[in-house]
């Protein structure tokens, strides 16, 4: 079955390190999920993110709850780092996040790349609801982090 790729650019106005480091906290992970997800990271904190950090989490899809584990791949502060999935729903996922210097702050930049299980179920599937709602996990993402991260460090405005 072929993979499928999302991919999405934000602007944020906050410097590239401030950007990071927010990433780099896994804790923050429940800040962008939306409800509906029922995010939970099972993983004990405080967790300091390198290559090879293993990060236990439990989400619910359709009612159903799910394990993710995933391994940081790569990770190159403050610029990039890649998470795949090791134990999950999907049958492929691996997760490039990128951050850019800009004018006006950093650009984020995620690729994700993803194959579904279970063959032609897995395409119809794609096709009838998971693009769609990955794409909704990925827009209210992009809003939460517009909110969180416009905000002075620490200020409240």
């Known amino acids: 079955m072929p993979d499928h790729l ?4 934000l602007l944020l106005p906050a410097s590239r390190e401030r950007v990071f480091e927010f990433f780099a906290t896994p804790e923050n992970l429940t800040a962008i999920t939306p409800g509906w ?12 993110v390198t290559a090879g950090t293993v990060l236990d989490c439990r989400i619910r899809w ?19 780092f890649v998470d795949v999935q ?32 279970l063959g032609p179920a897995g395409q119809l599937a794609h096709r009838l609801c998971v693009r769609r709602q990955l794409e909704s996990i990925c827009a209210y993402r ?6 969180l991260l416009a905000r002075p460090p620490g200020g409240s405005s």
Do not use: C, K, N
């Open 37 to 48: 997800l029922g995010f939970t990271l099972l993983t004990p904190g405080p967790i300091t």
């Open 6 to 9: 999302l991919e999405f650019r």
């Open 86 to 117: 090791v134990i999950g729903p999907y049958a492929r996922w691996e997760h490039r996040h990128m951050f850019l210097r800009a004018e006006g702050g950093t650009v984020v930049e995620d690729r994700v790349t993803y194959r579904l299980p």
């Open 62 to 80: 359709l009612g159903l709850p799910l394990r993710w584990r995933s391994l940081i791949r790569e990770y190159d502060p403050p610029s990039r």
């Open 142 to 147: 992009q809003d939460r982090l517009r909110s």
